[in-house]
């Protein structure tokens, strides 16, 4: 009895003295979210003209205490919708907000090859466009809308555009929906439009430009989201909505899958700030500002479990 005493006082004396691990900590190397964090800044991609979403605010200097580089724009360079999401980011992170306006072509085809951590940019959630991104909850949902000139009398309903010309962004879900491939998770799509001749642009800025020359002259009807749509009839536009809405959009924080560093806990954590966002109604209220309603109480509700976002 006394001997095996002696042996279970040795082996926990023995124990006490043996080294401890220390626990994993995620590195610079191989952790998106420690890598920012090292860093001290969030690179974050946007449209430079997509307002009321985001856009450059002309003749504007940069931070002068910025730790951000001279090719990317600081917080005061920029506002709009999405860029107050990003920068409510940044902040939950701790961190400054730099931003860049790549291509949307390219932000969308996912590979971005480290070059910037995040995309805030109205990215709708496609099952597609999953295959090379993962999406954060959606911060909102707007309605798809259909533009035409306000002298059109022809077109009555969204079937009326079908052969016809439809300008729409390259890339995007406007130019999937016209091309019947569109997928979005959870929803059931009615494609009205068939057989459309597809014109693309890098966004609706330029589409509405074009249809606002005149009736059939370079277009005859646009895709767009309904902020948009309702900024340019504000702004003087001669264009008007045709009909109701062609399918809801859910807007969402993207992340490269490509990246070479592992974005789990960052995506973790942009998901848990945006559905604090929504429940303490801060979404609702830059909604209301920049687009004149509110257009997060569908992605508030929206289940992104649903979309299996296995690494």
Request: aromatic fraction near 6%.
């Amino acid at each position: 009895m006394k001997r095996t005493a002696g042996m279970l006082l040795s082996i926990l004396v023995l124990t006490a003295c043996a080294p401890v691990s220390p626990p994993l900590v995620p590195t610079p190397q191989k952790d998106k979210l420690a890598e920012i964090l090292a860093r001290g800044t969030l690179v974050i991609a946007t449209d430079a003209d997509y307002a009321p979403q985001s856009r450059l605010v002309e003749d504007t200097t940069p931070d002068p205490n910025t730790k951000c580089s001279p090719a990317q724009y600081t917080s005061n360079q920029i506002i709009g919708f999405d860029v107050d999401v990003a920068v409510a980011v940044a902040d939950r992170l701790g961190v400054e907000p730099c931003f860049v306006t790549p291509p949307w072509s390219q932000l969308v085809a996912g590979h971005w090859g480290d070059n910037w951590d995040i995309h805030v940019g109205s990215v709708a959630i496609t099952s597609e466009r999953i295959s090379v991104l993962y999406f954060s909850q959606p911060y909102y949902a707007t309605p798809t809308m259909l533009l035409v000139h306000k002298d059109n009398l022809i077109f009555q309903q969204a079937e009326d555009l079908s052969g016809k010309r439809v300008g729409v962004c390259v890339g995007c879900t406007f130019e999937a929906y016209l091309q019947g491939t569109l997928q979005i998770p959870g929803e059931q799509i009615e494609y009205r439009i068939h057989n459309a001749q597809i014109v693309g642009y890098e966004n609706e800025g330029p589409a509405i430009e074009d249809l606002a020359a005149g009736d059939g002259v370079k277009l005859d009807a646009v895709i767009t989201i309904l902020p948009l749509a309702e900024q340019a009839i504000a702004a003087g536009k001669p264009i008007k909505i045709l009909g109701g809405p062609l399918l809801f959009a859910y807007a969402s924080i993207t992340l490269d899958r490509s990246s070479r560093r592992d974005p789990g806990r960052l995506l973790d954590q942009i998901s848990s700030l945006i559905r604090e966002l929504h429940e303490n109604s801060t979404l609702k209220q830059w909604s209301m500002k920049y687009q004149g309603r509110d257009l997060t109480q569908e992605a508030a509700r929206f289940d992104l479990s649903a979309l299996n976002q296995a690494p």
